[in-house]
């Protein structure tokens, strides 16, 4: 009597149809761009660190793991209350941009997770922000540091989660608060400063005119003693027959009278 079952193919295409439809959402991954994926291989050794998928299509084992994580820069706000120097709250906004080193996403999943932002980043940041104004006085994070501040929070930051496979682009100080009565007397301090830089501009300004004036008037001075070592009586006569000479060339009519002038000097008489 002949079999009456199924052919096996058919078998075989039903059994792998159920296998799919079981276990196709575990199998098929698309990573996107922006992103990358570290497998975890539930009976090969567990985590593979070192293998790095990029994005596209994928296809993995059901009883594997594919771990995606958001490779992209981004961006968090943080608000903080710190101490100065001399013991005054402050309120700080601060903004960061980081992301996951790209190449060690596998030790970062293996060794932090996830949630890194909450459990290294954040932490780190208001620790060594802490620790850094707590250096500073309340009208230097206010006006002449706040970008010094602001490179050093940046630079201790970046040196502690690196060794966790995190990458920190910038830290930046948004807004500062102080409080109201300090932050008037600051305000008030800067603007007697400046009052007297321009008081000394002015000064330094008033300085080198009076400098410039005496050196000035020394010119003239000098120049002077020279017309007068220079011009002599003799001098004055000689000029005045050479303008007396000149003016008996002139066709109008005149009187010349040789002598009995200041100096001896001809007197000249008449007119048209």
């Known amino acids: 009597m002949e079999n009456q079952g199924l052919p096996k193919s058919i078998v075989l295409g039903i059994v792998g149809l159920i296998f799919l439809v079981m276990f196709g959402s575990s199998m098929f991954y698309t990573i996107e761009?922006?992103?990358?994926?570290?497998?975890?291989?539930?009976?090969?050794?567990?985590?593979?660190?070192?293998?790095?998928?990029?994005?596209?299509?994928?296809?993995?084992?059901?009883?594997?793991?594919?771990?995606?994580?958001?490779?992209?820069?981004?961006?968090?706000?943080?608000?903080?209350?710190?101490?100065?120097?001399?013991?005054?709250?402050?309120?700080?906004?601060?903004?960061?941009?980081?992301?996951?080193?790209?190449?060690?996403?596998?030790?970062?999943?293996?060794?932090?997770?996830?949630?890194y932002l909450e459990r290294i980043i954040k932490p780190e940041i208001r620790s060594v922000t802490r620790e850094v104004i707590g250096n500073y006085y309340p009208e230097e994070l206010?006006?002449?540091?706040?970008?010094?501040?602001?490179?050093?929070?940046?630079?201790?930051?970046?040196a502690r989660v690196e060794v966790k496979y995190l990458s920190l682009d910038a830290i930046l100080i948004r807004d500062v608060t102080l409080p109201q009565t300090l932050r008037a007397g600051i305000e008030k301090k800067l603007v007697q400063e400046q009052e007297a830089l321009e008081y000394e501009f002015k000064i330094a300004k008033a300085k080198k005119e009076a400098e410039r004036k005496e050196i000035e008037a020394r010119g003239i001075a000098e120049f002077q003693k020279i017309v007068n070592r220079t011009i002599t009586p003799q001098l004055l006569k000689w000029k005045g027959v050479e303008a007396t000479q000149e003016i008996s060339k002139s066709p109008n009519s005149k009187v010349i009278v040789i002598g009995n002038g200041d100096g001896d000097l001809p007197i000249i008489l008449g007119g048209q």
């Open 142 to 158: 206010y006006s002449t540091k706040r970008e010094a501040i602001e490179d050093e929070i940046e630079s201790l930051t970046r």
């Open 33 to 115: 761009p922006g992103e990358k994926g570290v497998l975890f291989k539930k009976f090969a050794g567990g985590l593979d660190k070192e293998t790095i998928y990029d994005q596209g299509f994928h296809i993995i084992a059901p009883w594997n793991t594919l771990h995606v994580y958001d490779v992209k820069l981004n961006e968090t706000f943080e608000k903080m209350e710190v101490l100065s120097k001399n013991g005054l709250s402050i309120r700080i906004d601060l903004s960061f941009r980081y992301n996951p080193v790209q190449q060690k996403i596998g030790y970062l999943h293996d060794e932090i997770g996830r949630d």
